[in-house]
């Protein structure tokens, strides 16, 4: 029996056709993808950044400011307390000069 079918060399022009036509497929998903993504990513930096609650931020604000301006326990046993942010600046002048503060080990009073 003969065989009718016959196996030759592949078609090249067909074989780069569909070659070039996968290269373009392939970019064009590519920049697709990075484009979805740039947009996905601006829009929850605008949501998480730009876009707070004002309540929220000026709650926040009064939080730290209260931190830096007010007297607090950092640890009541070892008599550590934070202190004004104006007058730990003063503290840090006069030790720098040479003058004594308070020893570290003298207790504290209830700020």
């Known amino acids: 029996m003969a ?4 196996q030759g060399d592949p078609n090249t022009s067909t074989t780069i056709l569909v070659g070039l036509v ?10 697709g993808l990075q484009t979805l ?6 829009a ?6 730009y876009r707070r609650d ?16 007010g007297y607090r326990w950092i640890d009541r046993e070892k008599g ?3 202190v004004p942010i104006e007058i730990a600046l ?5 030790e720098s000069a040479g003058e004594k503060t308070l020893p570290a080990t ?4 209830k700020p």
């Open 3 to 6: 065989s009718t079918s016959t």
């Open 22 to 31: 996968g290269a373009i497929l392939v970019f064009v998903i590519i920049v």
């Open 37 to 42: 993504f740039y947009r996905a990513e601006y």
């Open 44 to 49: 929850e930096t605008v949501s998480k950044v």
């Open 54 to 69: 004002p309540q929220e931020l000026s709650r926040l604000r009064a939080d730290q400011i209260e931190q830096l301006h």
């Open 80 to 82: 550590v307390v934070a």
């Open 90 to 94: 003063e503290l840090v002048v006069r």
């Open 106 to 109: 003298q207790p504290v009073d």
